[in-house]
């Protein structure tokens, strides 16, 4: 098992505006392809206008088959070219494998 973790920073005062643009064109079709939403989370302390989201797969070869599949559907590719990125500042993207005794694995 591995969990991705993806971090947006949203412009100051956007993250919302972001959300909910997400929520409406984005997550429907994540859900359907990608793996286990673990969590959907906004900063309130330290780095502000953040938005984090937590997804889990099997394996790389999983999550790299699961977004491939997603590239394919054409209301994937509405969200990407209607997004508004202007919002944005940066994405990062993590991966992290959990230790032996992690509760979560």
């Known amino acids: 098992m591995i ?53 889990v797969y099997d394996n790389l070869a999983h999550r790299e088959s699961a977004r491939a599949k997603m590239a394919q559907d054409p209301d994937w590719h509405k969200f990407v070219t209607g997004s508004p990125v202007h919002l944005l500042i940066k994405q990062e993207t993590r991966i992290l494998n959990p230790t032996s005794f992690s509760p979560l694995k």
């Open 3 to 55: 969990v991705e973790e993806r971090t947006y920073t949203a412009q100051p005062g956007k993250a919302k505006e972001w959300l909910d643009y997400y929520e409406k064109h984005a997550f429907p079709i994540q859900q359907k392809y990608l793996g286990r939403c673990l969590g959907f989370f906004t900063t309130e302390l330290g780095t502000l206008n953040q938005i984090v989201h937590l997804w």
